[in-house]
C-alpha cells in the first residue's frame, strides 16, 4: 500500500508536465495567416509585404466579391523590425509558418540579401520549406498584389508555378532557405535563384476583374535564372541559358527538345526524360581544364518531318542532331557565365577545393579570374529510347 502512494507521488507531478502542453497554444482566430512574404528595398531598410489569407473565403463555396487574400506593408531598419511593425496595420498577428514564397525585389537583390537571409533562416516560426524567388523587373509588393485564376491563393500558385517549371521545362530550379545558405558558403561556387515576373496590366492585375475574364490581363510567370555573386544578382540567365544551367548540374528532368527539318516551320520534337551528368577536372599547367559528359535520354514526341523513324539509321542521325543541340545549349550558359557574368554557380571550383584540395588553396583567392580563362568541354550522348505508339508518321504518302 505504501508503495503505491510513493508511486502516485512520483508518477502524478510528471503527468503535470506532459499535459501542460498548450502554454504556447495560438487561437486560430486570432492570427493573419501569411502565405507569401516581398521585401523590398526602403529608404531606411526595407519594406516588407505580407500576403495573408481570408479563411472564409477561400473556404466559400459560392462566389463572393471578396478576394481570398490580403496585402500589408510596414517598414523598418530590419526585416524583423519592419515584420513587427505590420501589427499596426494588420487586424490580427501575424503567423509566419504557413509561408509558401519569399519574393526579393531585384533592386534590393542588387545590393544584397544576406541580413534579410539571417532572419529567415534564424525565426523560429518559419519553416525551411518555402521557396526564394527575385522579382525580375518587378518589386516584390508588385508581385504579390496580384490576383490568379485557378488558384484562389496567389503565393500557392506562385509555389506550384516554380515547381512546375523545374520539372517539367528545365528552365528554372527550386531553392529553398537551406539550399541557398549552404551555396553562399560553399568555396568555390556561388548562389542562384529563379526569377518571376508579371507580364500583363499590373493595374488590374491587383483587381477581382483579373480573376473575372477568361484571358486574364495579368499573370505571374516563372522564368530565368538569376546569378548571384556571394549575396547579390549581378546578372540573369535568359530561357535558353537558364535550361543550358540545368544541363550542366544534371537536373533537367523532363523538358522538350526540337529538332529542324529540311521543309521550313518543321520540326521533330523530342520529350527529354532525364539527364545525368559528371564533370571532371584539373589544373594544367596553372590553367583550369573541365570536361563535363552529360548523359540525356529522350523519347520521339511529334514528327512533322518526312523521315523514316523505323530505320535505325534515322535513330542514330536524330540521337546525333540532340547531342549537338545540347551541347550548343550549355556551351552557351558557359560563355554567358564565364564572360558576361564572371560566376561560376555551376560549382567548378567547388569540384576542384573538394578533388584537388592542395592546388585550390593556392588558387582561391583568383578563382573569379581563373574561372573566366578556364578551358571547358561539354560532350553530351543522347538516347532515344521510345518513338511512340506507332512508328513512321501517319501522315507519310
Excluded at 462566389?63 to 530590419?78: D, E, F, H, M
Excluded at 518559419?126 to 485564376?149: C, E, V, W
Excluded at 560566376?343 to 571550383?349: E, L, M, N, P, T
Amino acid at each position: 500500500m505504501k508503495n503505491r502512494f510513493i508511486t502516485k507521488i512520483i508518477v502524478l507531478p510528471l503527468l503535470l508536465v506532459a499535459l501542460s502542453g498548450c502554454w504556447s497554444k495560438k487561437e486560430l482566430d486570432n492570427l493573419a495567416i501569411v502565405t507569401g512574404i516581398g521585401i523590398d528595398k526602403a529608404e531606411e531598410g526595407y519594406e516588407v509585404t505580407v500576403q495573408i489569407i481570408n479563411p472564409a473565403e477561400v473556404a466559400a463555396k459560392q462566389l463572393t466579391t471578396r478576394t481570398a487574400v490580403s496585402t500589408y506593408s510596414a517598414s523598418g531598419k530590419s526585416l524583423f523590425d519592419a515584420i513587427r511593425n505590420l501589427i499596426e496595420v494588420t487586424p490580427r498577428n501575424v503567423y509566419l509558418s504557413h509561408t509558401r514564397v519569399v519574393i526579393f525585389s531585384e533592386e534590393l537583390a542588387k545590393e544584397g540579401i544576406s541580413d534579410t537571409v539571417d532572419f529567415l533562416i534564424r525565426d523560429h516560426e518559419l519553416r525551411t520549406d518555402f521557396y526564394l524567388a527575385i522579382a525580375k523587373g518587378f518589386s516584390a509588393k508588385q508581385m504579390l498584389n496580384i490576383l490568379t485564376p485557378l488558384e484562389k491563393v496567389p503565393a500557392s500558385k506562385m509555389y506550384a508555378a516554380i515547381e512546375s517549371s523545374e520539372k517539367y521545362l528545365a528552365q528554372t530550379r527550386t531553392v529553398k532557405i537551406q539550399q541557398f545558405t549552404s551555396d553562399l558558403l560553399l568555396e568555390g561556387q556561388q548562389p542562384f535563384l529563379t526569377g518571376i515576373y508579371i507580364q500583363g496590366n499590373t493595374d488590374i492585375g491587383n483587381s477581382l476583374s483579373n480573376v473575372e475574364k477568361i484571358d486574364s490581363p495579368a499573370e505571374i510567370f516563372v522564368d530565368h535564372i538569376a546569378v548571384m555573386k556571394g549575396d547579390q544578382l549581378i546578372g540573369w540567365l535568359d530561357h535558353k541559358q537558364s535550361k543550358g544551367f540545368n544541363y550542366l548540374t544534371g537536373k533537367v528532368k523532363n523538358s522538350t527538345e526540337m529538332i529542324p527539318c529540311n521543309e521550313e516551320n518543321k520540326y521533330t520534337s523530342f520529350e527529354i526524360i532525364s539527364t545525368d551528368k559528371e564533370i571532371k577536372g584539373k589544373l594544367k599547367d596553372g590553367k583550369p581544364t573541365f570536361t563535363v559528359d552529360i548523359k540525356a535520354r529522350a523519347n520521339v514526341a511529334q514528327i512533322d518531318c518526312d523521315i523514316k523513324i523505323s530505320n535505325p539509321k534515322t535513330i542514330k542521325k536524330l540521337e546525333k542532331d540532340l547531342n549537338k543541340k545540347i551541347t550548343d545549349t550549355a556551351t552557351l550558359t558557359i560563355e554567358a557565365l564565364q564572360k558576361d557574368l564572371q560566376s561560376d554557380i555551376v560549382g567548378f571550383g567547388e569540384l576542384l577545393h573538394r578533388t584537388k584540395n592542395k592546388e585550390w588553396k593556392k588558387i582561391k583567392g583568383r578563382w573569379d579570374d581563373l574561372f573566366s580563362e578556364a578551358d571547358i568541354k561539354v560532350n553530351v550522348q543522347t538516347k532515344i529510347k521510345r518513338t511512340g505508339t506507332i512508328t513512321d508518321s501517319f501522315q507519310e504518302k
